[in-house]
């Protein structure tokens, strides 16, 4: 390879690596509030901490083997290369104790592994204990709801839950397949059509974790994220309390514009996918829950800030704001989207 060769080769590495730093800081600032990045380096809950656990483990016995292996292979090239004048050496086969000693050491090495590993498997597999938090998790192309069958409560993108108690997640899907992944929470749980399947864990640090689809389902796969929030007792006590309530409609003195979009919001039949709690009508379930949809950090499966600006792209024109949405483009004017905008912002 030639000297300018692999000096353009750095330079593409170089611009590679700057540009890796640019979407690093962009993505850290503002809005995402994120306080643990999307990783399962960083294990937050009981189950998330028994798998790192695991590859800690796996990880010490595979580092003893590289150096021993490594460190073999160093002394024998030393000791044993080619010398000028030197005689061949005796051709040695058939050394029984050798033959047995490497067959028993990875024998134990693998029983190391795999005791560990299978019983792990077996533990967290099992059902929930008694009293966890019951959320049902159901994926949709490209967006996540959550219910708590046990609080009457549905939501999308976002869930909340407690620090300390086991939550017994039921995973399912309204169409595809798709799977359910906080990194930092714990491993990966397939959602299958007409099948559920379940998960537990219990959260014991504060904080919002980023979590994401790990399972190819149609365009918007990428785009289809959420958030767990983890918080004390009390704040998930007040947000259940919050959540349970009933939509107001605007007042169309004190809130004009927002008045003015809950007519959009009739007009346009917003309701046939939508539900919004206390609202007649307002039972659809093809897209997400909108009762609080106000109070929610982000919108379009957790990809785009909860404010006016995204909201009113969001909804002048969804499938350019997401590929593939299901949600179709109304072809509103802006003052419908504007009505609108001041409407859902109005669902806290
Ligand atoms: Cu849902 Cu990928």
Redesign the pocket.
Same mark, same amino acid.
Not at 176 to 179: A, G, N, P
């Given at each position: 390879m030639s000297v300018r060769r692999i000096r353009t080769l750095l330079q593409k590495f170089a611009a590679l690596a700057a540009l890796a730093v640019v979407l690093a800081s962009s993505a850290g600032c503002g809005w995402t509030r994120l306080n643990y990045p999307q990783t399962s380096l960083t294990p937050t809950s009981d189950y998330a901490r028994d798998i790192d656990t695991i590859l800690n483990q796996q990880v010490f016995w595979v580092v003893v083997i590289f150096v021993l292996v490594q460190g073999m292979i160093i002394v024998t090239v030393l000791r044993f290369r080619a010398r000028p004048g030197a005689p061949d050496p005796k051709p040695v086969h058939g050394n029984t104790a050798l033959e047995i000693a490497w067959t028993i050491a990875p024998a134990i090495i693998l029983a190391l592994v795999a005791v560990p590993t299978v019983e792990t498997i077996y533990r967290t597999q099992a059902p929930a204990a008694k009293g966890a938090l019951q959320v049902n998790v159901i994926?949709h192309?490209?967006w996540w709801e959550f219910q708590y069958p046990e609080l009457g409560i549905t939501t999308a993108s976002e869930l909340h839950v407690p620090a300390g108690r086991t939550v017994n997640v039921a995973i399912t899907t309204a169409d595809?397949? &798709?799977?359910f992944w906080f990194p930092a929470i714990g491993g990966k749980r397939d959602?299958i059509p007409t099948h559920t399947n379940y998960m537990w864990f219990k959260p014991d640090s504060l904080g919002v974790f980023m979590g994401q @689809?790990?399972?190819? @389902?149609?365009t918007s &796969?990428?785009n289809?994220r959420m958030r767990l929030f983890v918080e004390t007792p009390e704040q998930f006590e007040a947000w259940v309390a919050h959540q349970k309530q009933p939509a107001t409609d605007p007042d169309s003195v004190t809130n004009a514009a927002a008045w003015q979009g809950r007519k959009v919001w009739g007009d346009q039949i917003c309701f046939t996918c939508h539900t919004v709690n206390g609202v007649e009508n307002a039972v659809g379930i093809v897209g997400p829950n909108l009762t609080h949809v106000g109070s929610r950090t982000a919108i379009a499966g957790s990809i785009y800030p909860n404010d006016a600006e995204h909201l009113a792209k969001w909804i002048s024109n969804a499938p350019a704001a997401k590929p593939g949405s299901l949600m179709p483009n109304l072809g509103l004017n802006d003052e419908q989207v504007k009505a609108l905008v001041a409407y859902l912002q109005s669902l806290k």
């Open positions: 994926g192309q490209w595809v397949l &798709h799977s959602a @689809c790990a399972e190819l @389902c149609g &796969h990428a289809m």
